[in-house]
Every structure is written in C-alpha cells, then in structure tokens.
C-alpha cells in the first residue's frame, strides 16, 4: 500500500507542476505607451523583464503586471 501511495505521488507532483506553469503568463503585453527612464528604472531595480516595441511602447510579462503596479506605476 506504501509502494502504491508513494507511486501515485511521485505522478501527482510532476502533474501539478506542469498545470501550474501557465505559458500565457510569460506572454507580453503593452504595460505603458508612455516610454520614460524613470520607468526602466524601475522595472530593472525590481528585476522585471521587459521589451521597447517599435513605437516605443513597453512590454512586459503577464505574470509580472501585479508588481510592476505595485511598484512602478
């Protein structure tokens, strides 16, 4: 019964891992049209990844949107 508990666990925890990892949570979105240094700033003190489109909009990770409004905004 142990052996079964123990197998049926080591099963369950990779599961749960991969359903949690949620790929649109690393995709980009327009966070502020509004390009300034202060901004980047920010976003690189708090270890945010983000990106500068063409038109000068900067992007960042979904999963990152709650603390750069914490934090940045």
Do not use: H, W
């Amino acid at each position: 019964m142990k052996k079964i508990a123990s197998r049926l666990t080591l099963l369950f925890i990779p599961s749960l891992l991969i359903a949690c990892n949620n790929p649109e949570d690393e995709a980009y979105f327009i966070y502020s049209s509004n390009f300034t240094g202060q901004l980047i700033e920010c976003l690189d003190n708090e270890g945010i990844e983000y990106k500068l489109d063409d038109d000068k909009n900067v992007l960042i990770k979904n999963k990152d949107n709650e603390k750069a409004v914490m934090r940045c905004a």
